[in-house]
């Protein structure tokens, strides 16, 4: 855990809650907090995990649109209750006194009663040229945000490990035109490479080498072997937790396994929100990393409420105590 030293601080900005992080989950906890009068502060980078798609699906009364457009509308509803947005990168925190402090990478400092890190996750690719750069467009890793977009048409399984089979599924379920591309020798056991063969899905042996485009779009995956076409890419990406106040904190990462990969690390808090660490929580994909925008919106929703409920309850505490 990091100490702050009090003589190289600003004199700290006291706030009820500071929010790490202003994407769906944080600017929705912010909002409750906000509308319960609470005095409530978002630290934000501006690098949303979505920031590469061009619409968020699955929201009902929102699908497709823009991740930045649905962001600045948050950001608005939540000034309209007197919450505030900071552009600033929470890099330093530590306990005092019964108050989180936390300190920005440009030298501001904040004390909150409560510290709420919704801080999102990035996403980890398979390191094959070129791939990175279609991320959430050409290249994409779940079915429910982007599959509908790539329908019947020709698409890949970047085959990295025993989740492949299942991925190749859920995509064949929205094209038949599929392919699923060997990327490591041991991505595919003889049995998961058997069953799709006699489903009809096509196995190639890789590794892929690189991405071809024509006028900057993705059309196939260059192997040993030769092209394998593809208007769309799925492959299961690794999430990271953005972690450098949590860190600071103690608050532990834990590996989050899928088929037998680690496929996340993220915080293990519990259902609404809490870590093993007092008056710090954590919610969005910080601790959910596979849930959607619609998802981790309701765990903020959530997550505001019963920090509120937690601020009057020791609100009442401390008249009592005062007689």
Known sequence: MTTISPSALPSPIAVDVLVVGGGAAGLSAATVLARSRRDVVVLDTG???NAPADGVHAFLGHDGVPPADLLARGRAELESYGGRVERAEAVDAEHEGGTVLVRSADGRCWRARHLVV????????PEVPGLARHWGREVVHCPYCHGWEVRDRRVVVLATGAAAAHQAGLFGQLTDRLTVLAHTPDALDGSARDRLTRLGVEVVDGPATGVVECDGVLVGLETPGG?????AVAVASVVEARSAVLDALGVPLADL???GSVAARHVAADPVGRTTVP???ALGNVAEPMAQVVMVAAA??????????ELVAEHQERRLAAG
């Open 300 to 309: 903020g929703t959530r997550t505001g409420a019963l920090l509120n409920a």
């Open 279 to 281: 008056r710090v929580w």
């Open 257 to 259: 396994e899928v088929f």
């Open 227 to 231: 092209v394998v076409p593809a208007d």
């Open 118 to 125: 919704a801080s999102g996750a990035v996403d980890r690719l």
């Open 47 to 49: 690098e949303p995990r």
